[in-house]
């Protein structure tokens, strides 16, 4: 199983990035697919995802309506379209699959067996 995230970088405040996660060896369809992203120090948080076992896409509270997640599912491929950037948005970005994702009013849920190694993501103020 490979997860290889790309896209990352430096980017000032208001600015966009979109992260690629190109994936292999599992089933695609089959797995719900989301990114997460952990600060120095920080507990990892879940950012956004799509769900299979509902077909919903859950996003984390501060990121609705600037963060788009994709996915192409003939390239097996997902995506995080991240406009509007803030200095609060720099972390390592990871993509990860598993069985669950899903969101309890503002708490992003999830149990990801595969990761990525993770991008980094700064935005400079």
């Known amino acids: 199983v490979q997860l290889v995230e790309s896209g990352g970088g430096l980017v000032q405040a208001g600015g966009s990035l979109r992260l690629s996660c190109a994936t292999s060896?599992?089933?695609?369809?089959?797995?719900?697919l989301g990114w997460v992203r952990q600060v120095p120090g920080k507990e990892r948080e879940g950012v956004s995802c799509?769900?299979?076992?509902?077909?919903?896409?859950y996003y984390e509270d501060s990121v609705k309506g600037r963060f788009t997640i994709s996915k192409d599912n003939a390239k097996n491929t997902v995506y995080l379209q991240m406009n509007n950037l803030k200095p609060e948005d720099t972390a390592v970005y990871y993509c990860?699959?598993?069985?669950?994702?899903?969101?309890?009013?503002?708490?992003?849920?999830?149990?990801?067996?595969?990761w990525g190694q993770g991008t980094q993501v700064t935005v400079s103020s």
């Open positions: 060896g599992f089933t695609f369809d089959d797995y719900s």
């Open positions: 799509f769900s299979s076992s509902d077909d919903s896409t």
């Open positions: 990860a699959a598993g069985l669950l994702c899903t969101q309890i009013g503002t708490l992003m849920w999830y149990e990801y067996e595969y």
